[in-house]
């Protein structure tokens, strides 16, 4: 993929601190250090480091990355370094994809309590795909699946939901068998997920509320009071709450490149911005309501930042979590039972292998296939007299 021509690095440095200073009284610390630190990423503000290609001895200078992970720049190589370690535990089966979403009238609250309602968003829709899972009814089995917090829409508005990536089926309560589903492309029934997600989240709600750990400011400050908080709570718990079920990926090769798509994503790449003038920010976004047209967005960059800063996370809030018996605790060793579990079903049953590219493949040829490796670090001050005698020895020759 070419390089993108605008950054939204580029949009901070030439409108960062103007924004800042009109909305000083609206930032937290964490805008400010989201800020700083994409404007700063791979410049030489932050120095840099000499590589070198570990197979044809191509030379380079690289800036360091700010390595935040809300900075478009810096995702690639986390994503890499997590893939590696994820397709170490694909399953042979086939993989549900599972949505679970917030209604719109609670954005104004999560926003006003992200650390709480994002965790308690986690944990009422990892409950219900476990506990309807284990349903004898349902599956009859005990699952594991990854979870990934997004909070954005195309349009950068605030859109907080879940994706779950499931293996189809799980294995029985004593560990003897595995149990897969009895329809082939069918996992949980939507309508139950729903409902279940709607209550548990409607219970926990409940409980912050009554010990007193939810803020309200602003226009949210009528619903402090018990009597209009329930009547907020009931007005939710008659809408229908939208749980979405994709079709099933067709193998675990198809989950990796998934995943590459989603895990490590921030509200908006720089390869969606189109252009930036007169203090306008022009973006590519898709239309999920009409066949997923591509449409354009201009806004104002005061405007475009707001709804960028919209989606920093809270400092220490995890956003890939793992469920079941995919658990970090015991995750090894589950595998190792289901792995078995289905070799035992099916002998033929085999993961296909999944080439692992380079983490950071030799820029001179790509057809070396050599990594880039750094063998010097060098400080800011360091950097600039390395590039001002690499431009002296050019301008030389």
């Not at 066949?291 to 919209?310: I, P, S, V, Y």
């Amino acid at each position: 993929m070419k390089r993108p021509t605008l950054e939204v690095a580029d949009i901070i440095r030439q409108t960062g601190n103007r924004f800042v200073e009109r909305n000083r009284t609206h930032l937290a610390w964490q805008h400010l250090k989201v800020l700083r630190a994409i404007q700063n990423c791979r410049t030489a503000a932050l120095g840099g480091h000499l590589d070198r290609c570990s197979h044809c001895s191509h030379r380079a200078i690289s800036y360091n990355s700010c390595r935040n992970r809300h900075c478009p720049k810096c995702q690639t190589q986390a994503r890499d370094r997590w893939l590696a370690a994820r397709s170490e535990e694909l399953l042979p089966v086939e993989y549900f994809h599972v949505v679970f979403t917030l209604p719109q009238a609670l954005s104004a609250l999560v926003l006003q309590n992200k650390s709480l309602l994002y965790n308690l968003l986690f944990r009422a829709s990892a409950e219900t795909l476990l506990e309807t899972a284990a349903d004898s009814k349902h599956l009859g089995a005990k699952i594991g699946f990854l979870g990934i917090l997004h909070t954005w829409g195309q349009t950068l508005h605030h859109h907080p939901h879940v994706h779950y990536v499931v293996p189809a089926g799980g294995f029985s309560a004593d560990g003897s068998r595995w149990i897969a589903p009895e329809r082939h492309g069918f996992f949980l029934p939507v309508r139950v997920l729903s409902r279940v997600f709607r209550g548990k989240f409607y219970d926990g709600l409940k409980r912050l509320f009554r010990s007193h750990r939810l803020q309200f400011h602003g226009a949210l400050r009528n619903l402090a009071g018990a009597k209009p908080f329930c009547q907020f709570l009931r007005s939710l718990f008659r809408q229908d709450w939208i749980v979405y079920a994709k079709r099933p990926f067709g193998g675990p090769e198809h989950v990796l490149h998934y995943l590459a798509r989603y895990t490590h994503r921030v509200a908006i790449s720089d390869h969606r911005l189109l252009s930036f003038a007169d203090g306008n920010v022009t973006f590519r976004w898709k239309d999920y309501a009409h066949g997923n047209k591509q449409r354009k967005m201009t806004l104002t960059a005061d405007e475009f930042l707001r709804r960028f800063l919209l989606h920093v996370l809270p400092r220490g809030l995890v956003r890939i979590r793992h469920f079941g018996i995919l658990a970090n605790r015991n995750r090894r060793e589950h595998i190792s039972v289901c792995r078995r579990l289905l070799v035992a079903e099916d002998p033929v049953r085999s993961l296909p292998d999944i080439d692992k590219p380079p983490l950071r493949p030799c820029w001179s040829c790509p057809l070396c296939g050599g990594t880039m490796e750094p063998v010097e670090h060098l400080t800011s001050p360091q950097l600039a007299r390395l590039l001002a005698r690499w431009k002296r020895s050019v301008d030389s020759s």
